[in-house]
């Protein structure tokens, strides 16, 4: 399973941006896909997670109301759009994924175990800048 994200850039304080991840060697059913970040000198953080296959999403206390997750499962690409941008978003986002497990769902994984060593795939980020 490879992920490719996509959509990075910088912008101003306020800005928006749409981050794209492009899953490709498997189809999403029964993976939990999550956004992490992380900034100079701070531990990578889970930011959101959703589960495709029902669409159930979670969001970290710290982005809520600013961060939306969908999936496009005919393309095999989970979006991340942030508005609102703040200079403290600025980070590098990475998109990762968790395998279908046999006793536990997407959805478990997202609103239970959704930490970075739960991940069995990632990408390699994006790098979000936001100008004060």
């Known amino acids: 399973v490879q992920l490719v994200e996509s959509g990075g850039g910088l912008v101003q304080a306020g800005g928006s941006l749409r981050l794209s991840c492009a899953v490709s060697?498997?189809?999403?059913?029964?993976?939990?896909i999550g956004w992490f970040r992380q900034a100079p000198g701070k531990e990578r953080e889970g930011v959101s997670c959703i589960s495709p296959t029902d669409s159930n999403t979670y969001y970290a206390n710290s982005v809520k109301g600013r961060f939306t997750i969908s999936s496009d499962n005919a393309k095999n690409t989970v979006y991340l759009q942030i508005n609102s941008l703040k200079p403290e978003d600025t980070a590098v986002y990475y998109c990762a994924a968790v395998k279908p497990h046999t006793y536990l769902s997407a959805t478990y994984y997202c609103h239970v175990s959704f930490r970075a060593t739960s991940m069995d795939y990632w990408g390699k980020g994006t790098l979000v800048t936001v100008s004060s």
């Open positions: 060697g498997s189809t999403f059913d029964g993976y939990a």
